[in-house]
Structure formats: C-alpha cells, structure tokens
C-alpha cells in the first residue's frame, strides 16, 4: 500500500495543487448546492451536490485512493461488476427473506469514520488525513451527491459487513449489503437477526429503520433490492408498467408538461437523471427490453440538450 505521509506526494498522484486542495476544503459552502430528487414512494430526497471543481478533485480522490481499500465481499453496491440484480441472485428460492434499512445511512456517518476508516493513519500523514476528510465531508453528513460518498460508505461499514458475515456464515445465512439495505435469506428466526444487527449498527453509530423491515416467507412475493426472488429474478409488473408510462408520458406531453402533474419544483435535468437510473436498473433485469433500450437512447439524448 503506497504511504501519503508527505503532501507533495498526495500532490503528485492526484495530479491537483494543495493550494487547490486548500481552497477548495476551506470555502465548501461556495461548492455545494441543493438538489431534490422525487422518490419512487412520492415527495423528494434533498441531495447536496458539489460543483464541477470539487466533483474533479473527489472522483480523483476515489479513483486514486479509495479504490485502492479493502472492501468486504458482501457490500454488493457502488463496485465494478456488481448490481442489484447481483444482490439479489443471492436470495433466490430461499425459505425466508429478511429485509432490513438502515435510518438515514449517509446522514449519521461521522467525521470521524470517515477519517479513520478511509483515510486511516497507516496509510496518511494526520495533516493528509484532515485534508481529505474535509474534501469528502460536507455540514456533519457525508454528501449523497458527492462522487466520492459510495465507495466511502461501503468502506465505513466494512467491519459492520465483516462481523456479520461471519455470524452468519456460521448459521448457514446468506447475508449481502446494498447500499443502507441489508438481506438476509435463508431458515432462521428473524427476530435473531433483527437484534443481532440492532447491536452491531449502533456499535458504529447507526440505527435500524423498523418501518422498513421486511420479513417475507415462501408463498408471498419475495423481492430483494426490487428484485422478485422467489423463482428466478425478475422486476415486479408493477414497476415496469410505471416506468413505461413514464417514459410515454415524458415523450409525448413533453418532460415540462409531465413534471407540472407529478413533481412541480423538480428540475428537469433532476428528474431525467433519475429515470435514466430506474431504466438502466430495469435493463440489467431486462437487457432485451426493447421498449426500454429505446427509452434509454431518448433519455440520453434529452439529457444531452440539457
């Protein structure tokens, strides 16, 4: 593992000046914006983003020095190769599914975690370690719009998935992690569960989100990151009636039009980003969807007259 003791070094391998560096992590607020995303479930999620500066440097930040970091097996999100239908084939045909949230994941990580966790002291100088926590760390939350906060939270929570992989894995229960969702699968008692991942989150400062939890038996619909499992993997009928309507209503009333009916404030370029994510998403289900392979090369070129 390369050390960052000095800041020349740091300097040298991001290919950015400290004096950029600095300026940058000492005026955030001039970097930041809000941005509402809309739900699937209604209303909207508040997203701080960074501007395009600060966006460069944290993707240098990810693409030089956190991908470097161990990240546990079982964190099926925000890595090469993974998805959620990854996550899912997991649980496929399993007795029981138990479905757990975790309250206001990036909201309740600390500082602290983040400067001990993916920039710890064997690897950076404290002056380093300061520097990059403060470029990756926005207002006491880790910023949901930053490049750089995916693969910081699965690097937080690598001892979490650790401790509880290995509890599982001694009774025979399949466990991953997508993002804040943690399933489990398998025959167990879900109570078991429900308090052994209680005491292991708050451990690191989290909380269960208990209006989430979800336990599913064989012979009702078990769905895992959006995903039926109960057979063979596939997106609910629901899901793929509303996300065609969607892309139907945005092609012939126009996205405008479509946005005053469903989520009047929400920008337009918001909004089209989010529906590109749910298509794409419904692809790696689907990949021969033609009505959704065309909804896809639309939503592209729109964004692109954004």
């Given at each position: 593992m390369i050390q960052y003791q000095e800041l020349s070094s740091l300097e040298q391998?991001?290919?950015?000046?400290?004096?950029?560096?600095?300026?940058?992590?000492?005026?955030?607020?001039?970097h930041y914006r809000?941005?509402?995303?809309?739900?699937?479930?209604?209303?909207?999620?508040?997203?701080?983003?960074?501007?395009?500066?600060?966006?460069?440097?944290?993707?240098?930040?990810?693409?030089?020095l956190l991908i470097h970091m161990?990240?546990?097996?079982?964190?099926?999100?925000?890595?090469?190769?993974c998805s959620p239908l990854g996550n899912a084939v997991s649980h496929v045909g399993k007795q029981l599914v138990l479905k757990l949230d975790i309250l206001r994941f990036f909201d309740s990580i600390r500082y602290s975690d983040v400067k001990d966790l993916a920039f710890p002291a064997r690897i950076y100088s404290e002056q380093n370690r300061i520097l990059l926590s403060m470029l990756c760390y926005y207002k006491d939350s880790?910023?949901?719009?930053?490049?750089?906060?995916?693969?910081?939270?699965?690097?937080?929570?690598?001892?979490?998935?650790?401790?509880?992989?290995?509890?599982?894995?001694?009774?025979?229960?399949?466990?991953?992690?997508?993002?804040?969702?943690?399933?489990?699968?398998?025959?167990?008692?879900?109570?078991?569960?429900?308090?052994?991942v209680r005491r292991e989150l708050?451990?690191?400062g989290f909380l269960l989100n208990h209006q989430k939890t979800r336990i599913q038996r064989q012979g009702q619909r078990q769905t895992v990151t959006g995903i039926v499992v109960n057979e063979t993997p596939n997106l609910p009928r629901e899901y793929r009636r509303k996300l065609r309507q969607e892309l139907y209503y945005c092609q012939?009333?126009?996205?405008t039009a479509h946005l005053q009916k469903v989520a009047p404030g929400t920008s337009e370029k918001a909004y089209l980003t989010r529906l590109l994510g749910m298509v794409n998403y419904a692809l790696g289900c689907r990949p021969n969807d033609e009505t959704l392979l065309q909804g896809r090369h639309w939503l592209r070129q729109a964004l692109q007259q954004q």
């Open positions: 391998d991001l290919g950015i000046p400290a004096k950029t560096l600095y300026a940058l992590s000492n005026s955030l607020n001039r809000k941005v509402r995303l809309p739900k699937k479930t209604g209303g909207c999620r508040e997203l701080s983003v960074p501007d395009d500066r600060l966006k460069a440097v944290q993707r240098r930040i990810t693409d030089v161990p990240v546990s097996r079982y964190a099926t999100a925000y890595r090469f190769g880790l910023p949901q719009g930053a490049p750089s906060s995916p693969a910081i939270s699965n690097l937080i929570l690598y001892p979490f998935d650790e401790r509880v992989g290995r509890w599982c894995r001694e009774r025979r229960i399949t466990y991953t992690r997508y993002c804040d969702d943690l399933t489990f699968s398998g025959e167990f008692p879900p109570e078991e569960v429900i308090a052994f708050k451990k690191q012939t009333l126009g996205v």
